[in-house]
């Protein structure tokens, strides 16, 4: 998605081999437009299923995810990380591990909004390891729903994530994949190009 890419090329920066950051545009500052850009390009993407719900994780999960769904006309929800209130039988749980910031996290769901014969949509902001994804994924599943497919606004093309999701036999469809991190950023699907290199 060209749109994405030209915005992560200009003001996306390489934290590490391992880490960038957007916090420009999608992960502390949100670029409105662009997001419902990225909702119109996921629905488009998963055009071919029935999806009747979004699912996503808080917080940078949200604006991408809010415009999929507003797109769709269907429901958003958000995955909590923090304790549930209620009682723990009325919420699905999973455990998901961040790489990125070393802690793991309990995610709950209400049962309330994913029910059997729902067909639901997983959206992240980035796929790195796949925990997060698995751990919505699996969320779905103890619902008794079915997973239509994983959206991914910046996959980490070099991490592990987006095999392991293959192989467990879901549909990845991420709108900007990286290739390397390596003091600038190299798309997947472009040879080396110095002018996508980021600030560093
Ligand atoms: P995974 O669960 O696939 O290992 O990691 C994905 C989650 O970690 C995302 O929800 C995102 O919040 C965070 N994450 C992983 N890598 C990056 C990164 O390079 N930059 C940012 N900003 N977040 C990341």
Redesign the pocket.
Known sequence: MKLLKDKIASEGIV?SG?????DSF??HQVDPKLMQAIGREFTRRFSDEPITKVLT?ES??IGPGLMTALELDVPLIFARKQKSLTLRDDVFVEK??????QVTNEVTVSRRYIVPGDTVMII??????????LGLARIVEQAGARVAGIGIV?E?AF?Q?ATRLQEAGYRVESLARIRS?EGSVVFEDEPADPSLTCRS
Not at 18 to 22: F, H, S, T
Not at 96 to 101: A, E, I, L, M, P
Not at 124 to 133: K, P, Q, S, T
């Open positions: 934290l391992q880490v960038l950051k957007v999608l992960n994780i940078s999960g998901v591990h961040s790489f990125t910031k992240d902001d980035f796929l790195a390891h796949g925990e997060a994804a910046i980490k991490q994530g991190l």
